[in-house]
């Protein structure tokens, strides 16, 4: 068996918690299993960049069985808002909200947590970011089939739709454009003109 299929039949339930709305897995547990599946994995903390504009980015690297793969993930708050050098305010329809500035804790939660995500590209966990609550090995009867929702929702750039769109399009380039879109569509509405931007995405 490859990495890849040793790794995403773990279910990893039992190691997540769930805060705002999302699921984050403990990394200390994830680097544990990690290990014990892969004894050769090893991983670099790269260099946090940083955007006037966007904030901090963290970066992560992993390598398993010769094969290197990279991740990031942007520095946010509860509200998953980026969160930069000074706090900063923005506008809700409750009023002004205000993101408060980043602090060397809220980069290394999100460089671990990166690791978490850079793991999961090699499969440990991968089905949390596909929203699915088992993984494939899982089941012990079959998979009731999907149901397409009456309205689907129209996925537009710069939403939070389309952020979770290219982050699973990313978790998941191993499956192929045609098969992330088909299994997008459950949900969404896409266009062509976004079809071929996830394929940029998945192709890189």
Known sequence: MTVFERL?????????????GLTYLSWAWAWSVTKKECPDASYTLLPTEYDDALGFMCHTSVTIEG???EMWLPVMDGKNKSMKKQA???????????VEAATTFDINKTMMRCLVKNLAMFGLGIYIYAGEDLPEAEPTKAP???KTPEVLIELKKD???????VGFVQANKEQGIDALVKRLGVKYKISAELKKELAKICSQ
């Open 8 to 20: 995403s039949k773990i279910n990893v339930n039992e190691y997540v918690e769930k805060k705002d």
């Open 67 to 69: 094969q290197t793969l």
């Open 88 to 98: 900063y305010t923005y506008s809700t329809k409750y009023g002004d909200k205000q």
């Open 144 to 146: 009731e089939p999907v």
């Open 159 to 165: 939403t939070d739709n389309w952020k979770k769109a």
